[in-house]
């Protein structure tokens, strides 16, 4: 299943949906590209659930995703008290993958959460298989 993400309230919609089913803003006129620098942006955002929604989005883009990597690093850092959160952006950043991404990993091996700690761990198995 594809989703949207409203760029106007945050609202996940059905991939195939032209107009946000909660505030009505038109989905379709977007370019991929300018998505992705929504939610990029929305990244920053001051409410947690909203990050979280992003944070599941960009896990479902993978490699197209590839882009926010630098942003998701920095949403870590930001949400040093929700290990929860924490634990997602690692799960996102291992879909989204590339080379750069083991040495953050392996930076956070020692994460005093072990909640962290499991979804590196997690993800460095996932990149061992990987190509
Ligand atoms: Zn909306």
Same mark, same amino acid.
């Given at each position: 299943m594809v989703y949207k993400y409203c760029p106007a309230c945050y609202a996940l919609n059905k991939g195939?949906?032209?107009?946000? $089913?909660?505030?009505? $803003? /038109? @989905? #379709?006129? *977007?370019k991929e590209e300018d998505y992705l620098d929504k939610l990029i942006w929305a @990244? /920053?955002? *001051?409410?947690k659930e909203t990050v979280a929604r992003v944070v599941n989005i960009l896990k479902m883009l993978g490699p197209q995703a590839y882009r926010a990597l630098p942003a998701l690093e920095k949403a870590f850092q930001n949400y040093e008290k929700d290990p929860y959160l924490q634990a997602d952006i690692i799960l996102a950043l291992g879909e989204i993958g590339g080379y750069e991404l083991r040495d953050f990993l392996f930076s956070l #091996?020692?994460?005093?959460s072990i909640i962290v700690q499991k979804a590196v761990c997690q993800v460095l198995a996932q990149l061992g298989r990987g190509p």
């Open positions: 195939e949906e032209e107009i946000c $089913q909660y505030c009505g $803003q /038109n @989905l #379709k006129a *977007r @990244l /920053n955002h *001051r409410d #091996k020692d994460h005093p």
